[in-house]
Nanobody, 130 residues
Framework: QVQLVESGGGLVQAGDSLRLSCAAS????????MGWFRQSPGKEREFVAA????????YYADSVKGRFTISRDNAKNTVYLQLNSLKPEDTAVYSC???????????????????????WGQGTQVTVSS
C-alpha cells in the first residue's frame, strides 16, 4: 500500500508559478511510477504529467507541455510538479498517483491513464486568477 499526500497548492495570478509536492510512504518509492492528474468542476479528471519508476522518462499533456515539469527525489520519497506560466484554465484540484512497478525491465515506462494507477492522494487546490 502507498499513501500519498500532496501540498503546495494555492491562489496565484496568471503568469505566476507554483511547485506541488507529493510525499509517498508505505512502499519503496523507487519501485513506483508516478503521475499527476487534475480535475476542474464539472470535468473529468485529466492527465497532466507522468514520470517513470527510474525517473528517466517523463511525459506531459499537450496543454501543459513546456510550462510544467515533473521530477522525483527518491531520497525524499517525493515527486514534484513545477507549474510555470500559469493560466486561469489551469485552475483545478491536482492529485498525484502511484503505480507499483515490480518489474525492473519496465522501469522507464510512463503511464498516462487513470486506470493505470492504484494509489491516489487527496489532492491540492490550485486557483489561478486572471
Amino acid at each position: 500500500q502507498v499513501q500519498l499526500v500532496e501540498s503546495g497548492g494555492g491562489l496565484v495570478q496568471a503568469g505566476d508559478s507554483l511547485r506541488l509536492s507529493c510525499a509517498a510512504s508505505g512502499r519503496t518509492f523507487s519501485s513506483v511510477a508516478m503521475g499527476w492528474f487534475r480535475q476542474s468542476p464539472g470535468k473529468e479528471r485529466e492527465f497532466v504529467a507522468a514520470i517513470s519508476r527510474s525517473g528517466g522518462s517523463t511525459y506531459y499533456a499537450d496543454s501543459v507541455k513546456g510550462r510544467f515539469t515533473i521530477s522525483r527525489d527518491n531520497a525524499k520519497n517525493t515527486v514534484y510538479l513545477q507549474l510555470n506560466s500559469l493560466k486561469p484554465e489551469d485552475t483545478a484540484v491536482y492529485s498525484c498517483a502511484a503505480r507499483e512497478v515490480a518489474t525492473y525491465s519496465v522501469r522507464h515506462v510512463v503511464y498516462t491513464g487513470r486506470s493505470d494507477y492504484e494509489h491516489w492522494g487527496q489532492g491540492t487546490q490550485v486557483t489561478v486568477s486572471s
